[in-house]
């Protein structure tokens, strides 16, 4: 897989049902967020962990989300962020 | 729903034996089927007890002293660490660095994932439900509680280590520390400072 | 949406308990056969850990300390791969609690 999101760029966290082992938070899915940087590409963990080989390896990202913007109750500053490392089939464009 | 309670690990004597002998069970059979050896065991345990915050104060104290040593570490934390001769086998390590406007914290909310190559085995707090839980959504609250109370003029970045990416909070260098050695400077710098949830100690008056 | 027992981020709890405690021989045992079956050996990946751990009941999730719940992981995942049997693991236990003193 190649990498199509360019650090910066707006994403949004797919908010598909997706049983078994996976490794993005149900706290951040369905949210929108701003791609910090590109960490290279990895195996997948949602086929590693049931003893696959995880190809093709998954471009990873960090992606920045406002603290404010991911609990809607959040006490603490508007600027305050949460970083988490998501891989790309997670991952939507903003239109 | 289930998670309105909370009891947290308890300690079961007898539940403890039952998992005990499993875990004797286990590495018994491994050992006899030529899987691994005791030598291994014993040699891997003590790699692990070689790795500690020690490593990593060292890898702090070097950056505030040598502009050029942190630039290079907060590019490739890595190759930083590895510049120093500490092996990080692998890992892939994000140094992020605490200023006077931005303060990071960094916690795994799905498991306990720690750069262990730099600061050794994590501490229990940091692998139990409460902290994971919690920094996420109230990081000061929670940094309160370490005793690190930060002004709102402060941005909190959380760091939530979810996948192959390991991270080093690389604290501020405390004022009244200028032309120290870097052993000395390491001695200021704790494991909680570079988790994230202190401060760098501050020199004795 | 089906959360897991492990994916707890955002979710009321308590104040934090800082106690901290040494680890003990056994505790890093069970770490160390872990790194050497995922690095070493390449017999389970750490994922195949989590994904034991995360099979746990939410009872044991959040009652058994954190290396009972590895040992339990490990544990499964090599049955599954057939590298022990349930079996021989269950004899070989019940073979140990008749043993004099343990390690």
């Known amino acids: ?76 500053s508007f600027t305050d962020t949460v970083d988490i490392e998501i891989y790309q089939h997670w991952l939507e464009p903003v239109s | 729903m289930s998670h309105d309670h909370h009891h947290g690990p308890t300690i079961d004597p007898e539940r403890l034996a039952y998992y005990q002998r499993m875990a004797t069970a286990v590495r018994e059979l491994l050992i006899e089927k030529g899987i691994l050896t005791d030598a291994q065991i014993v040699a891997t345990i003590k790699k692990m007890e070689a790795r500690g915050p020690a490593l990593g104060a060292r890898v702090v104290a070097h950056a505030w002293v040598d502009p050029n040593y942190k630039t290079r570490l907060l590019l490739d934390g890595s190759a930083g660490v590895e510049e ?31 750069p262990r190559n730099i600061l050794g085995l994590p501490p229990d707090w940091y692998k139990k439900a409460a902290y994971r839980a919690r920094a996420v959504k109230e990081p000061r609250a929670v940094l309160a509680e370490f005793g690190t109370v930060l002004s709102d003029s402060v941005t909190i970045r959380v760091h939530d280590s ?44 | ?41 390449q017999i389970m990946r750490v994922d195949e850990l989590r994904r034991g751990i995360e099979s746990l009941d939410i009872d044991a999730y959040n009652e058994l300390s954190y290396y009972e719940r590895w040992i339990a992981s490990i544990a499964k995942i090599l049955v599954e791969k057939d590298v022990i049997t349930s079996t021989e693991l269950e004899a070989r236990m019940a073979e140990i609690s008749t043993r004099k003193t343990t390690s």
């Open chain 2, 84 to 114: 120093l001769g500490i092996p990080v086998d692998g890992t892939r390590l994000i140094v992020v660095e605490n200023t006077e406007e931005v303060h990071n914290l960094v916690v795994c909310t799905l498991c306990s994932c720690y």
């Open chain 1, 1 to 76: 897989m190649k990498p199509i999101f360019k650090p910066g760029a707006s994403v949004i966290v797919s908010n598909r049902e997706v049983d078994g082992h996976k490794r993005t938070p149900t706290y951040i899915r369905g949210k929108s967020g701003v791609i910090e940087r590109f960490c290279g590409s990895f195996r997948n963990p949602e086929s590693l962990a049931y003893g696959g080989d995880g190809l093709p390896r998954q471009p990873l990202y960090r992606v920045r989300f406002l603290q404010s913007h991911v609990w809607p109750e959040y006490q603490g």
């Open chain 2, 162 to 205: 979810t996948a192959d990416m390991r991270y080093l909070v690389l604290p501020a260098r405390p004022a009244g520390t200028e032309g120290w050695a870097e052993d000395k400077l390491a001695a200021l710098v704790n494991r909680d400072s570079m988790i994230g949830v202190q401060a760098a100690k501050e020199p004795e008056q």
């Open chain 3, 1 to 41: 949406m089906k959360r897991g027992v492990h994916d707890i981020g955002g979710l009321p709890n308590n104040q934090i308990d800082q106690s901290e405690h040494d680890y003990a021989l056994w505790e890093k045992r069970i770490d160390a056969l872990l790194v050497l079956l995922a690095s070493e050996k």
